[in-house]
């Protein structure tokens, strides 16, 4: 089995920062990307970054860019989410994701992110 575990969510004032963690583990698991969605109190989930480890791109959702940072592990199964400048719009819990091949068909529980006005 794959799993992705996610860590570093927490409450945080409007303005500061957070650092969000992602560890992969699996049976010989070895992603083409990793990255991450959200999903807000009555909203869709929706896509916010991801990372691939053979060219190292970086994708970010309109909303995030300038402020969120996407990183990867040498081991290619860590992902970091540094999130700068927090709003709160973005008050959401962030699942980790990954892929083999063209879906995010590997997803976390999710970390709970809460921003305070």
């Known amino acids: 089995q794959v799993q992705l575990v996610e860590s570093g969510g927490g409450l945080v004032q409007a303005g500061g920062s957070l650092r969000l963690s992602c560890a992969a583990s699996g049976r010989t698991f070895s992603s083409s990307a990793m990255g991450w969605f959200r999903q807000a109190p009555g909203k869709e989930r929706e896509f916010v970054s991801a990372i691939s480890w053979r060219s190292g791109n970086t994708n970010y959702a309109d909303s995030v860019k300038g402020r969120f940072t996407i990183s990867g592990g040498n081991a290619k199964n860590t992902v970091y989410l540094q999130m700068n400048s927090l709003k709160p719009e973005d008050t959401a819990i962030y699942y980790c994701?990954?892929?083999?091949?063209?879906?995010?068909?590997?997803w976390g529980q999710g970390t709970q992110v809460t921003v305070s006005s």
């Open positions: 994701v990954a892929r083999r091949g063209a879906v995010w068909d590997y």
